[in-house]
């Protein structure tokens, strides 16, 4: 009925639903059989809905939503009988987490705006944040601060400088991987004139750094990632310099439902130990 609903002809309702029209016309009967009331106004070359077959469709609808929330979240919840499941904002904060068995990071951010009901749903016991949330039922941590840095060819003018601004990387062109959340949109914003050459893959992101002088951004948590002990070698001829705007330095907040605290303070406990 909801296909139906939505696709407003017999054709198309089957093949929405992948079977033949003869068995969406027996369905439809069975239903006003099984309800006892008149779902369809059948004419000679129309079918449509009554307004109570409107009203049944709109039902179904909510039904089949609630039943599909229902099955997630009790998924949700009983792998967080197995595993803690951790999510993320912003990319720095990940590579701090402890290489655990029972330990899963998830492979997406989460928007901001989603934190809560992440958190809510069982679909993570733990989110990094830029942001605290104000829930009486999250309790929001602060860990520390993510500095934004800069790794410059020594021979760049700016490499010498003990910091370097936004406005000083102006025009430049730089190498920059996808995934790094809120950092992305603030260095398109933030500096002029600039020319962004996204990798997707980090080991295309390093053959790059190799065998180019394009400088790359970091961070002081990020260069915990193992996959930058591949580029020490090649990196002795970059000079990290910090950016001093005072957007480039974000506050990291460890997010997690109240009653989940003991289970994720071991994994705080290490992560406050290893921030650089």
Not at 183 to 196: R, T
Not at 204 to 227: R, W
């Amino acid at each position: 009925m909801t296909t139906f609903a939505k696709t407003g002809t017999l054709t198309k309702t089957a093949a929405a639903l992948n079977i033949t029209q003869p068995s969406v016309t027996r369905g439809m009967q069975k239903l006003e059989e099984d309800f006892g009331v008149q779902l369809f106004d059948r004419q000679a070359n129309r079918i449509k809905l009554t307004p109570t077959g409107e009203l049944a469709a709109r039902e179904a609808e909510q039904l089949l939503t609630t039943s599909q929330t229902m099955l997630t979240k009790i998924q949700n919840f009983d792998r967080g009988q197995h595993f803690t499941i951790i999510g993320a904002t912003i990319p720095g904060p990940l590579t701090l987490v402890p290489n655990r068995d029972d330990v899963q990071i998830t492979k997406e951010f989460i928007a901001v705006d989603q934190i809560s009901n992440a958190l809510k749903t069982d679909q993570v016991a733990l989110i990094f944040s830029d942001q605290e949330i104000l829930d009486t039922t999250i309790e929001s941590q602060y860990l520390g601060q993510e500095q934004l840095q800069i790794n410059l060819d020594q021979f760049t003018t700016f490499a010498s400088q003990s910091t370097v601004s936004f406005q000083d990387l102006g025009g430049m062109s730089f190498v920059v991987m996808r995934a790094i959340g809120p950092w992305s949109d603030m260095i398109k914003q933030d500096i002029p004139n600039a020319q962004f050459m996204y990798q997707d893959d980090r080991a295309a992101f390093i053959e790059i750094i190799k065998h180019s002088s394009l400088p790359f951004f970091t961070s002081n948590l990020s260069q915990k990632d193992a996959f930058f002990n591949e580029l020490s070698p090649h990196q002795l001829d970059r000079i990290t310099v910090p950016i001093s705007d005072e957007q480039a330095k974000m506050p990291i907040y460890a997010n997690y439902l109240t009653h989940n605290k003991r289970q994720i303070a071991s994994i705080l406990e290490t992560i406050r130990a290893n921030w650089p």
